[in-house]
T-cell receptor
Framework: GESVGLHLPTLSVQEGDNSIINCAYS??????FIWYKQESGKGPQFIIDIRSNMDKRQGQRVTVLLNKTVKHLSLQIAATQPGDSAVYFCAENGNGRSNTGKLIFGQGTTLQVKP | NAGVMQNPRHLVRRRGQEARLRCSPMKGHSHVYWYRQLPEEGLKFMVYLQKENIIDESGMPKERFSAEFPKEGPSILRIQQVVRGDSAAYFCASSTGAGNTEAFFGQGTRLTVV
């Protein structure tokens, strides 16, 4: 069945260090992936997306890497700041069978930034 | 351009009552999605609607839950005869199109059933 999961539930990093958050997916037909950031009491906030025809995409301080061979997705945050502390979710949208807009979320990784 | 607006932000209902959750999508967005989030978990898809049509309700419980997105007005998620297990955060998202388009989320409605 379809599933999107994260390797570690909590990641603690020092301010200024780089952070890497990982995600595994099981549906090889998945063709679109999104990373969301969710702060306490708020809705998910779009960070960056990537389509399956790409291996890498960069944004401001963030990079998403997609390895379709092993069905692995990662989010890299450069120079992590206290404001980056949140729960990060990867999500899969569009599985090649029906393009309904349905998102399948992973369980989430909590990023804690130590000052 | 206001974001996705959900109300109320917090809703308390007694067991057996009805809960109505509202979602106004971003301007120009005709696609609306509802998700449920239990504490310490990811979001679970419930239903996807376009104006006046339910496109995918595969994540919606068969009983007590319904959703609509009328031609005029917000999308409504309705839960009848609420039970304690319905307590969760309910998020609405909207987009300009289906499939591989960015969806923007609202701040959610936190439903507590007592």
């Amino acid at each position: 069945g379809e599933s999107v999961g994260l390797h570690l539930p909590t990641l603690s990093v020092q301010e200024g260090d780089n952070s890497i958050i990982n995600c595994a997916y099981s549906n090889s037909a998945s063709d679109y992936f999104i990373w969301y950031k969710q702060e306490s009491g708020k809705g998910p906030q779009f960070i960056i997306d990537i389509r399956s025809n790409m291996d890498k995409r960069q944004g401001q301080r963030v990079t998403v890497l997609l390895n379709k061979t092993v069905k692995h997705l990662s989010l890299q945050i450069a120079a992590t700041q206290p404001g980056d502390s949140a729960v990060y979710f990867c999500a899969e949208n569009g599985n090649g069978r029906s393009n309904t807009g349905k998102l399948i979320f992973g369980q989430g990784t909590t990023l804690q930034v130590k000052p | 351009n206001a974001g996705v607006m959900q109300n109320p932000r917090h809703l308390v209902r007694r067991r057996g009552q009805e809960a109505r959750l509202r979602c106004s999508p971003m301007k120009g967005h005709s696609h609306v999605y509802w998700y449920r989030q239990l504490p310490e978990e990811g979001l679970k898809f419930m239903v996807y609607l376009q104006k006046e049509n339910i496109i995918d309700e595969s994540g919606m419980p068969k009983e007590r839950f319904s959703a609509e997105f009328p031609k005029e007005g917000p999308s409504i998620l309705r839960i009848q005869q609420v039970v304690r297990g319905d307590s969760a955060a309910y998020f609405c998202a909207s987009s300009t199109g289906a499939g591989n388009t960015e969806a923007f989320f609202g701040q959610g409605t936190r439903l507590t059933v007592v």
